[in-house]
C-alpha cells in the first residue's frame, strides 16, 4: 500500500511539473529559470513529438501512472512498470539532448528526470513483490477493524 | 513459479519501453536537425517570439555591440546590413550554433558591425539596432527585425514595424526612439563603414576575426550553413 501511495504522491509532483511546462508550451511565455537554458530547451525540436508537447505526454502518462496506482493486481503493477520504464527512458533521452545537441539546461527537465526515475524504480519494485502481500495486507487490517 | 512469472512481466516491461523509446529517437534522429534554419522565416510576432536566435540569447552576456564574456581571446566581428535576407538565414540557422559552441563556452565574443549599402530602409533598421545596443539589446533587435524582414526598399521598416520589434526584443521603445538619430548612433555607423572599407569587405554577411593584438582578418567561410560554418570557424581559431 505505501509503494502505491508514494507512487500516486511522485505522479501528483510529475504532472505538476509537465502541466506547468504544458502551460509553458501554449501560452507561448518563459518558462521561470535558474539555470538559464529552459527557454531555449523548451523551444529545441526534442520539446515536441509529432507535433505534440512532451510535456502534455508527461501529464497524461503521470495521470495514468496515478489511476493505476489505485488499481490492485497484477494487471495494474505490469501497465504501470511499462509506462514508468518507458518514461523515465525518454527521460534519460531528453537529459541527453540537453547536455549534447541543445547545449542548454532546464531544471524543470531535471527536476521531471527525478521524478520519472523514482517512478521507475517504485513500479518495478511493486511488479516483482508478490501480489499476494496486498491482498494479505488488506485482509489483516480488515480483521484488525474488526 | 509466481517469482518467475513477475521477473519475466520485468522483462516484458522493460522491452516494451526500449521499443517504444528506440522508436521514438528513431524517429526524431529521421527528422534531421531542426534547428533553425530550415523554415521559411516567420514574419508574425508570435512566431518571432520563438525564434531559436532569441532564445539562444537567453544568458549569454551583451555589452552594447558585443555578445559574449568579455574574457573571450577572439572577437568575430559580423558585418551585417539588416535587409539582407542572407544575414537573416544566417541568424536564424548558424547563429544559434556558433553562440553555443563558441560563445558560451568562452571561445570567442560576437561584436557587430552594421552596415546600410542595400538602401534607405536598412539604414533605419540599422540605427534602431545601434539605438538598442545602448540598452544591451542589439542582437535581440537585430533578430527581432530579420523575423520581420519585407522585401528590399518596399518601406518595410515602419515605425510600427520598429516598436513591435523592439517591445518583442525588451527593448524600451522610448529610449530606442531617442537614441535613433543619435551623433553616437551615427558614429558607430561610420565607424562600421570605415572598418568593412578596411578589410575590403564583399557583402553580407561577412566576418574578420580579432585577436589583439593582431589586426582583425577578414575570414574566407565556405558556406554559411552551420556545420560548414562552424568546422571552418573551429579550424580558424586553432591557427
Same mark, same amino acid.
Given at each position: 500500500m505505501k509503494l502505491r501511495v508514494a507512487t500516486a504522491a511522485l505522479a501528483i509532483g510529475g504532472a505538476a511539473i509537465a502541466g506547468y511546462l504544458t502551460y509553458v508550451h501554449y501560452a507561448h511565455v518563459a518558462p521561470i529559470c535558474t539555470t538559464g537554458g529552459c527557454e531555449e530547451v523548451q523551444r529545441s525540436k526534442y520539446a515536441e513529438l509529432a507535433g505534440v508537447p512532451v510535456a502534455l505526454l508527461g501529464v497524461i502518462a503521470y495521470a495514468t501512472l496515478f489511476a493505476l496506482a489505485w488499481m490492485r493486481g497484477e494487471l495494474a503493477a505490469f501497465g504501470a512498470a511499462i509506462i514508468a520504464l518507458t518514461g523515465a527512458a525518454f527521460s534519460g533521452y531528453l537529459l541527453w539532448a540537453q547536455l549534447g545537441p541543445i547545449g542548454a539546461i532546464c531544471q524543470w527537465c531535471l527536476a521531471n528526470d527525478a521524478v520519472s526515475a523514482a517512478l521507475a524504480v517504485l513500479c518495478v519494485v511493486r511488479l516483482l513483490r508478490d501480489p499476494s502481500q496486498e491482498v494479505f495486507a488488506s485482509a489483516r487490517r480488515t480483521i484488525v477493524a474488526r | 513459479m509466481a517469482r518467475n512469472r513477475r521477473f519475466l512481466l520485468l522483462v516484458a516491461a522493460v522491452v516494451v519501453a526500449a521499443l517504444v523509446v528506440g522508436s521514438v529517437v528513431a524517429i526524431g534522429a529521421g527528422r +534531421?536537425?531542426? &534547428? =533553425? +534554419? &530550415? &523554415?521559411t522565416r516567420a514574419k508574425s510576432p508570435a512566431a518571432a517570439a520563438s525564434s531559436p536566435a532569441s532564445a539562444v540569447l537567453s544568458g549569454v552576456p551583451q555589452d552594447g555591440l558585443t555578445l559574449g564574456k568579455p574574457t573571450a581571446p577572439a572577437t568575430l566581428l559580423e558585418f551585417v546590413d539588416p535587409q539582407c535576407p542572407y544575414c537573416a538565414r544566417w541568424s536564424e540557422a548558424t547563429f544559434p550554433v556558433v553562440v553555443r559552441r563558441f560563445v558560451k563556452t568562452g571561445r570567442l565574443r560576437l561584436e557587430l558591425r552594421g552596415l546600410h549599402f542595400l538602401g534607405p530602409d536598412s539604414e533605419t533598421a540599422l540605427r534602431a539596432v545601434l539605438a538598442a545596443a545602448q540598452q544591451n539589446k542589439a542582437w535581440n533587435m537585430l533578430d527581432e527585425l530579420y523575423a520581420r524582414q519585407g522585401a528590399e526598399n518596399s518601406g518595410w521598416v515602419t515605425d510600427a514595424v520598429l516598436e513591435e520589434a523592439a517591445t518583442a526584443a525588451g527593448v524600451d521603445v522610448a529610449k530606442m526612439r531617442a537614441a535613433h538619430d543619435s551623433p553616437r548612433v551615427t558614429a558607430q555607423i561610420l565607424e562600421a563603414d570605415a572598418a568593412a572599407s578596411t578589410l575590403g569587405? =564583399? +557583402? &553580407?554577411p561577412s566576418f574578420a576575426l580579432a585577436r589583439p593584438p593582431a589586426t582583425p582578418q577578414l575570414l574566407t567561410i565556405p558556406s554559411l550553413e552551420p556545420a560548414d560554418f562552424a568546422a571552418s570557424l573551429e579550424s580558424d581559431l586553432d591557427r
Open positions: - | +534531421g536537425d531542426s &534547428t =533553425p +534554419g &530550415t &523554415t569587405v =564583399p +557583402g &553580407t
